[in-house]
């Protein structure tokens, strides 16, 4: 990573770069770029910046008010692997053209305010984020609706609804598809997927991105998961952002689709973000007591039950869609239980316990999907955390049950996280004080969001027909 403007310009130099692409990220998590000839970069485009249309970006400005203008963070800078044409891609912060003040719904903004308020308290100076971003690769999507129709179509060769194909769209009906709930760990030829995410893997090793592993996951029809090793809060959500980059291209490269939708086959496991995280002050971990519960120290108890008090709230950024909520239901393996656990993967906290080392002791939050902006999930993760403590909220006792085979008694004690986007929605109205702590999130910020997503997301979907209501009621 570069750490200088005169770095970059003689990078661009040395390796011949032709063009320089400038990217930012909307409100709702999406990459949004444009691309600049090297003949026309100099020192000056690193202090004035370059304009943009804010008008034009979901969560942004009005047409009134629409000039905007992104500075380039010269640390975030890599050629990109995927052009044929040499290009160097620099992230950037947007900054409001008048003020010159970072601009309050970037949400790279928010993320670096929120390490900042970390430091300011006290508590820590270090947050390490480790998320698990889950995907899948299809070889066929079609969906689309109107007024009269609506329906969605995707395929894999994996996938299992095809053992019984007399020739598939590749050729012969080879066999060995993979079962629902099946996918987890078989090794070619089951696996068909190795060598694509291989290249996905060497893709990021080539940006600097430090991948700790590769596999195929639970689901059947191309399930997959590669695991980033943890870093900073702001870093590690540019590298998602990069990750989910890469990771969509090489698969197009392959004649497939790679989408981290949450739910997108009914029956089978859906794709999660279970995201870890570790607070640490200089080189020492604040999260570790070899004598408390799980080895945790009171602080991360107390960041737990941050997590536990304000989980509806923080949902809202960490699984933000309407399909997220055909993932987090309740009686499937869902971490939907607002309780924590060593081990435990249906507690929506769980304490890995791989290593008895300090260095390893952190907190798994469970429910996120990699549907989210990893700026504002992680950003409230932290902010959430950091309420605990600071409001020494105790999480309870944990649970080390089958949260899925309690006596009704028990399970009916145990809270679990809404149902709905609207429901979370509705709950962060209610619960975000603790955002805007250190003006990390403020309050143009959390009313943008929430109005886009209710009238362009949730309520899209309410209002129209679902394709099995024709099955359930047609005939009525």
Known sequence: ????????????????IKMVDFRFTDLFGVWQHFSVSTQQVDEDTFEEGLGFDGSSIRGFQTIDQSDMILIPDVSTAFVDPIFEIPTMVIVCDVYDPITRQAYSRDPRNVAKKAEAYLKKTGIADTSFFGPEPEFFLFDSVRYGGGTNSGYYFVDSPEGFWNSGAELSRLGPNLGGQIPAKRGYFP??????????????VLAMESIGIVV??????????????????FQPLTKMADQVQAYKYLIKNVARQHGMSATFMPKPLFGDNGSGMHVHQSLWKGNNTVMFDDAGYAQLSDIARYYIGGLLKHAPAILAFAAPGTNSYKRLVPGYEAPI?????????????????????????????????????????????????LDGIQNQIDPGEPIDKDLYDLPAEEAAAITNTPGSLDAVLAALEEDHEFLLQGDVFTPDVIEAYVNYKRAEEVDPVRLRPHPHEYMLYFDS
């Open 212 to 229: 700790e592993v590769h596999h195929h996951e639970v689901g059947t029809a191309g399930q997959c998961e590669i695991d980033m090793k």
């Open 337 to 385: 239980n607002l309780v924590y656990s060593q081990r435990n993967r249906s507690a929506i906290c769980r304490i890995p316990m791989y290593s008895s080392s300090p260095k390893a002791k952190r907190i798994e939050f469970r429910a996120p999907d990699p549907s989210a902006n990893p700026y504002l999930c992680f950003a409230a993760l932290l902010m959430a955390g």
């Open 1 to 16: 990573m570069a750490q200088s403007v005169k770095e970059v310009l003689d990078t661009i130099k040395a390796k011949d």
């Open 187 to 200: 090794v070619p030829p089951t696996d068909t997927l190795q060598d694509v995410r291989s290249k996905m």
